[in-house]
């Protein structure tokens, strides 16, 4: 698996469809979880049956963890969610890749 992440417009998508024209590629995975979170679903049940799932894919996500604190308790679990899905993933990922102003940093 390969995991991409950075803000938002920082040239992510771009990125993996340059790099990685091999794979699929599962962008937004930040506005998923957001929408297990509404749902009431077990975000890391479903976070563990996703990542078993794609191996071998592609994984694009922002990173919503930077930046101010959110007041409202679901945008702060949904931070917080974000944060624990990366981390599980950077452990299972091949490669691990921040994008900042377009420029791709390997982390792993």
Known sequence: MVLIFGGAYQG????????????KIINNIDKWIFE??????????????????????VIILNDIS???VPICPDLRRWR???????????????????????IPMRIK
Request: hydrophobic share 35%.
């Open 80 to 102: 917080e969610e974000v944060g624990r899905f990366m981390g599980v993933a950077a452990k299972q990922s091949d490669e691990v890749i921040r994008l900042f102003c377009g």
């Open 36 to 57: 297990l979170i509404k749902e009431g679903k077990d975000v890391l049940q479903e976070i563990e049956i996703f990542l078993t799932d794609n191996k071998n894919n």
């Open 12 to 23: 992510k998508m771009d990125y993996a469809q340059k790099h990685f024209k091999d794979r």
């Open 66 to 68: 930077c930046g101010v």
